[in-house]
């Protein structure tokens, strides 16, 4: 059996481990939280390092893609400093590939609703998931991004991805050097609410991004709402059945009550391709349409 794990600075309370089979092969995907300890997470990683197939990075990146530019989160890499055998991912190769579907699949599956309320986007941060960051403008959704205001406290909404661009380039080389606790919630803190940016959760019919962003930030209540979203846990469901969302939506498949994160569902693939290595873009791709992996859809009220 193959055996893919997240090792996570997230919540412990969020862990799982399920066992599923992928082109006729069981694969074991199991979720490891060290409730923000890098280090504890490091020495996790050395101890596990060539007795899996594949490491999933969760409740942090490794840097962010942004438009084939790669912007490190220097903070996060010793967290894998001890890794020598087993291949490492991050979710980067399915956020620009499975999250980049995002636009079309909604569209698809309840596209009258959208329209109906008009089509519009807002991604409390979308330097991180470059595929839904363009997918949605080009697919005639007007769209904005939260990114200066949840990810620097600085109160300033971008409308355009090129606008996030050039963000990207003149602040992550210093932003990637920040304490990764600074930009993005850990362990406990991501339990806990701060809601912020009202206006524009309100203006929006389609909320997309990561789902420790919309749920710490988003209204008590969001009735009629969509969220496209990854990394969902029973509970966090459950939060948005009772904020009143309509339609939530996980680029990943939801297994025994919840969807796992990108950079578990990475790890799941690259062990099940047998290759050692992480997957080029054009391999992710194969390995998706052979799986007919696509984002799963629940109405919630």
């Known amino acids: 059996m193959k055996r893919a794990v997240s090792i996570s600075i997230g919540s412990s309370k969020r862990n799982k481990a399920v066992t599923i089979n992928m082109l006729g092969e069981e694969i074991s995907i199991e979720r490891i939280g060290t409730d923000g300890d890098m280090e504890a997470a490091a020495l996790k990683y050395k101890e596990l390092d060539g007795k899996v197939d594949a490491f999933g990075v969760g409740g942090g990146d490794l840097g962010a893609l942004v438009d084939g530019k790669w912007y490190p989160f220097y903070s996060v890499l010793p967290m894998v400093r001890y890794v020598k055998k087993t291949p490492v991912v991050d979710g980067t190769g399915l956020k620009n590939s499975l999250e980049s579907r995002a636009a079309s699949f909604l569209d698809e599956k309840i596209g009258d609703y959208i329209n109906r309320l008009g089509r519009k986007v807002f991604l409390p941060v979308g330097i991180d998931r470059w595929g839904m960051t363009t997918c949605f403008p080009a697919a005639g959704y007007e769209a904005r991004y939260g990114d200066l205001l949840f990810g620097l406290g600085m109160p300033i909404i971008l409308s355009k991805s090129s606008q996030l661009k050039t963000f990207a380039a003149l602040l992550m080389p210093i932003a990637g050097r920040l304490p990764y606790a600074w ?109 007919n992996f696509v984002p799963q859809l629940q109405e919630l009220n």
């Open 183 to 291: 930009i993005y919630p850990l362990g406990e803190k991501q339990e806990k609410r701060d809601p912020k940016g009202e206006k524009w959760f309100r203006w929006a019919t389609v909320i997309a991004g990561d789902c420790h962003y919309i749920k710490r930030h988003m209204p008590n209540e969001l009735p009629g709402k969509v969220i496209f979203t990854n990394t969902t846990t029973p509970e966090d469901t459950e939060f948005f059945r009772k904020a009143g969302i309509k339609y939530l939506a996980t680029g990943t498949p939801v297994l025994e009550g919840r969807s796992f994160g990108t950079n578990m569902m990475e790890a799941a693939l690259v062990a099940i391709s047998g290759k050692g290595r992480p997957l080029t873009q054009d391999e992710y791709n194969e390995l998706l349409a052979k799986l």
